[in-house]
């Protein structure tokens, strides 16, 4: 079993920043790939971002990309989310997901572990 816990969330204004955090507990992250997700109020869930086990390969959204970075350390098993230039549609609730294996995953149906989740709210 894996255990994820989010942090870094808050309220900010549009164009402001936030750096969300992945610590996992229970086994090491470096065999799993990883992702991030966010879930708005009477939306469906949307993948944001993911990344390999490696860091080396990286998947965004297209409404994130060039603003947000995903990354990576295996050795402290947490992954990031570096959010910039925050949008009002932004807000939501964000969750870090963990998918066995050494691809890139972008559907949540891949992912065993989820975290609870953190609110990011972007007031413009």
């Known amino acids: 079993q894996v255990q994820l816990v989010e942090s870094g969330g808050g309220l900010v204004q549009a164009g402001g920043s936030l750096r969300l955090s992945c610590a996992a507990s229970?086994?090491?992250?470096?065999?799993?790939?990883m992702g991030w997700f966010r879930q708005a109020p009477g939306k469906e869930r949307e993948i944001v971002a993911a990344?390999?086990?490696?860091?080396?390969?990286?998947y965004y959204v297209d409404s994130v990309k060039g603003r947000f970075t995903i990354s990576r350390d295996n050795g402290k098993n947490t992954g990031y989310l570096q959010m910039s230039s925050l949008k009002a549609e932004d807000t939501a609730v964000y969750h870090c997901?963990?998918?066995?294996?050494?691809?890139?995953?972008?559907?949540?149906?891949?992912?065993?572990?989820w975290g609870q989740g953190t609110q990011v709210t972007v007031s413009s």
């Open positions: 229970g086994r090491t992250l470096s065999t799993y790939a």
């Open positions: 990344i390999n086990w490696s860091g080396g390969i990286t």
């Open positions: 997901a963990a998918a066995r294996g050494f691809g890139i995953f972008s559907q949540g149906a891949m992912y065993e572990f």
